[in-house]
């Protein structure tokens, strides 16, 4: 009897450890889930081409550390009057970037305060043309070489002067990869504008010939009706 009795107590003791074990899996599994898979990253960029539609209002979530600088410029491409509303919202919900109707528009945060900025294009001025607009975000952290500093002066050396170049070389690349980022946006307006004014010329000159074809085509049968001659015959009686 107690024989029996302990082992019940043991398989117990087993299926709660195994139950707590599994448990804690899953908890960690989940909050892993719920970290986006850049947040160890020195540096993200990302650049986006979205189309808002006619009347409408899209929203983007983007995720940043506390600490980091936040960059995030947008730019339409073609539709409409290449115009189109931008607004951003910190984490705490607040307007840091009320809404202006304008062609291109940027924000920085130079000192996150950690969490999710959404950043929202507004077409609702537009109420028949679309917009296909380019979004352009970087979330970079300049505090990861002061991390690298610290684990390279537990090696005892000094890379005081080789940190702080490797910070100026970090933050002029960033401004780079912004600047490229506007001719890239400048180039794209371009060449949608450029084949919006092919397409029209192309169209319009198709409908000139059409017209003038037809023109010619009516002229010439009221021309050759003018010169026509009626023969008419005689009856004998």
Known sequence: MGLTWQRLRFNLLVTIGLTSFCLLIKTISAQEAQQPWYENLPAVAMDYKVH?????????????????????????????????????RNPAGEIVKPYQWQATADY???????????????????????????????VVKYDAWDKYAKEIEELQLNMQNFTTTIGTVERNINDMLGYQAHS??????????????????????????????????????????LFEVKTTTKSRI
Do not use: W
């Open 108 to 138: 920085t945060d130079q000192v996150s305060p950690g969490g999710y900025y959404s950043v929202c294009i507004d077409n609702q001025f537009s109420r028949f043309a679309g917009k296909l607009v380019n979004i352009y975000i970087t």
């Open 52 to 88: 808002i539609d006619a009347g409408k209002e899209d929203c983007y979530h983007q995720y940043v550390q506390a600490g980091a600088t936040f960059y995030v410029s947008f730019s339409v491409v073609r539709g409409g009057d290449g115009m189109a509303g931008f607004a951003v």
């Open 184 to 225: 890239r946006h400048r180039e794209s307006r371009d060449y949608a504008l450029l084949l919006d004014n092919n397409s029209y010329i192309q169209t319009f000159s198709i409908s000139q010939i059409v017209v003038i074809l037809i023109t010619c085509s009516i002229q010439v049968f009221f021309v050759r009706k």
